[in-house]
């Protein structure tokens, strides 16, 4: 897939100020911090599109990108180790599950996880949620330049090891690298083939 176009269209904080749901769309969700602005705008191909931040918790609302002029990004909160007040997770965790139970043309939520780290029980916890709701995800493993080959393919590794305990077969993976642009096409053809397979909803 070409991208040869992608803008920002809104920010909301509650599903129904969200853009009108006539086109795919997908959500990009994970800690605080573990690189969802960056590998947007990887994706794109627009550097400056999703703002970046090494202040975790920058983003707070539902950010929504147009891309092509035919399907949705929409960036949500992170979660996880944010400096802000308990209140305000609460507020944030309830928005983001709001909109993904009730977002009609949400076709999958991209789920990222830091390829650094051992699994978190949050994160496992997260697609949990997803299987009980039967919503649709995959999973994003990022930074995978920050270390060696053998190191990231221990650690995902490990994951599997805890996800096999649930999941079988496994969800979907992708390995990326937001500097090194690593895991674009993959992702890009996934949602290529989503897309037409999109029918509209109700909302449509």
């Not at 975790?56 to 007040?85: E, M, R, Y």
């Not at 709701?133 to 995959?138: E, Y």
């Not at 994003?140 to 805890?162: C, H, W």
């Amino acid at each position: 897939m070409d991208i040869v176009s992608a803008e920002f269209i809104k920010s909301s904080a509650f599903v129904k100020d969200c853009p009108p749901g006539n086109k795919p769309e997908y959500a990009f969700l994970g800690r605080s911090n573990v690189g969802k602005s960056s590998l947007i705008n990887m994706l794109t191909g627009f550097g400056k599109l999703a703002k970046t931040s090494s202040t975790p918790g920058k983003t707070q609302l539902i950010n929504h990108f147009l891309i092509n002029n035919t399907w949705f990004i929409a960036d949500l909160p992170g979660f996880g180790f944010a400096k802000v007040s308990k209140k305000l997770r609460g507020s944030w965790e309830k928005m983001i599950q709001n909109y993904l139970l009730q977002r009609e043309n949400l076709v999958c939520t991209f789920l990222l996880i830091d390829s650094r780290h051992e699994p978190l029980k949050n994160d496992l916890e997260n697609m949990e949620w997803f299987a009980s709701k039967g919503l649709p995800f995959v999973l994003v493993f990022t930074k995978a330049d920050k270390m060696g080959s053998t190191t990231l393919q221990t650690n995902i590794a490990r994951y599997n090891k805890e996800l096999r305990k649930q999941w079988d077969p496994l969800p979907m993976q992708f390995i990326t690298s937001s500097e090194k642009r690593e895991g674009r096409d993959a992702i890009l053809d996934f949602i290529e083939s989503c897309n037409q397979d999109f029918t509209i909803g109700p909302q449509g």
